[in-house]
C-alpha cells in the first residue's frame, strides 16, 4: 500500500494557475503509475493526467496544452501544474497510485476557479 497526500489547492481567478503536489511514502520510482483525477460537484470522477515510471505522460484532452505533470524522484512528489485556469476545472483533485496492481489514493484537495 502507498500513502499519498495532496497539497497545492485553492482559490485562483480564471487565467491563473496552481500547482498541485503528491507525495508518496514509498519511493516512486517504484510506482507503475501515478495519475491525478479530478471530481466535480455532480459529475463522476475523470482522469486528468498520467505519469509512468517508465517515462509515459498521458493528458485528458480538456487540459491538454495546460496543465503539466512531472516528477521529483528524490522528494517522492509528483506535480500537477495548472496553467489559464478555467472555471469548469473547479474540483476536487485526488492522486492515485498503482502499485503492485493496487490502487492508492490521496484525500483530495479542493481548486475553486472564481470568474
Known amino acids: 500500500q502507498v500513502q499519498l497526500v495532496e497539497s497545492g489547492g485553492g482559490l485562483v481567478q480564471t487565467g491563473g494557475s496552481l500547482r498541485l503536489s503528491c507525495t508518496a511514502s514509498r519511493s516512486i520510482n517504484s510506482i507503475n503509475a501515478i495519475h491525478w483525477y479530478r471530481q466535480a460537484p455532480g459529475k463522476e470522477r475523470e482522469l486528468v493526467a498520467r505519469s509512468t515510471n517508465g517515462g509515459t505522460i498521458y493528458y485528458a484532452d480538456f487540459v491538454r496544452g495546460r496543465f503539466t505533470i512531472s516528477r521529483d524522484n528524490a522528494k517522492n512528489t509528483v506535480y500537477l501544474q495548472m496553467n489559464s485556469l478555467k472555471s469548469e476545472d473547479t474540483a476536487v483533485y485526488y492522486c492515485?497510485?498503482?502499485?503492485?496492481?493496487?490502487?492508492?489514493w490521496g484525500q483530495g484537495t479542493q481548486v475553486t476557479v472564481s470568474s
Open positions: 492515485n497510485a498503482d502499485y503492485l496492481g493496487r490502487q492508492s
